[in-house]
């Protein structure tokens, strides 16, 4: 529910002065005069809050008095008054919505009635209009208005004119309600060429043979096995003999086999020497000069340190330990 305005003493006087006011320029008028403003029907409603809350007010903290039916008295004359002019004016619209739409006269529609100036007229009723007017449009198609007026060759005329279908019309370029003439536009007549669709034929015979089939081997030929003939050439190749076993046993002669052992075991083994020099110059001596609680880890492994400890590690490691003050080279 929208959040109640209410006015203030001034505002809701000066309110209910333009309700009288409409109301005594309405009467005898067949034409919706102008409002003196726009939001006139919401400034009514806040008019009949306010009074409405001052007579709770006044019920609450003095009780039935006169000054109590005197707003009651007021309350009821502004009820009154609104829904006088709330009558006169939906008469008025309806009465100019049916002149422009069915008076005819030399030929063209309402030519003696001027377009309502909506900026001096409540959105409310502007839209009470329109939804009047499109009635009206909906009541001359259904009893064939213009065939009654203009004739027989009209009618033709405008069946013979049935347009494609999403054709858009220049009403619908133009933001304010009711186009470029004010009365909406007019009725057309599209074409309707949407022919429904031809149903499938299907054969629940032939969807139960395509499932029974096995896919795999679903548009494939059976493989013939041949024999194959094995023919056996009557030459044989060069190579084939030499490859071929011998038929004569091989015998093996065991004074030869002695001696070739005797020789190999006479030949001297060749020792490996390895260059002493080049590991001696990969190693650094060094002396200890703190010692640590933990071991340390170098190429050959983990190793503790205790001070005065002579060692020979890596040039890696023993760098940082001198590094680090923990030892110091000790040359020989």
Sequence with gaps: MAERTFLNPSQAKEVEEQLFSTLRQQVGRSVPMPLPRNDFWDKVGQLLDTIEMEIHDIYRNVGPSLKLQTMQKRQANIRRTASELARKRVVAMVQHSASMALRTEGGTQGQDLANLDWSRHDPAEREFYTNATELL?????????????????????????????????????????????????????????????????????????????????????????????????????????????????????????????????????????VDTEIIDNDLLRIRVLQTLDEPIITVDGEISLGAGDVLFLDQMTANYLVDSGVAEIASL
């Design 137 to 273: 449009n909906k009541f001359k198609q259904s009893i064939n208005w213009n065939g009654m007026q203009l004739g027989l060759a009209v009618e033709e005329l405008s069946q013979s004119l049935t347009l494609a279908a999403g054709t858009t019309q220049l009403d619908s370029f133009v933001e304010d309600n009711g186009g470029l003439t004010g009365q909406g536009p007019p009725t057309i007549a599209l074409e309707d060429k949407s022919e429904p669709l031809p149903e499938l034929e299907i054969d629940e015979e032939e969807i139960l043979a395509k499932t029974d089939e096995f896919p795999e081997l679903a548009g494939t030929q059976p493989i013939s096995e041949t024999p194959t003939a094995v023919t056996s050439e009557k030459t044989n190749h060069a190579a084939a003999m030499e490859l071929a076993p011998s038929k004569k046993k091989e015998e093996m002669d065991f004074d030869a086999w002695a001696e070739a052992d005797a020789a190999a075991a006479s030949e001297p083994e060749e020792v490996e020497v």
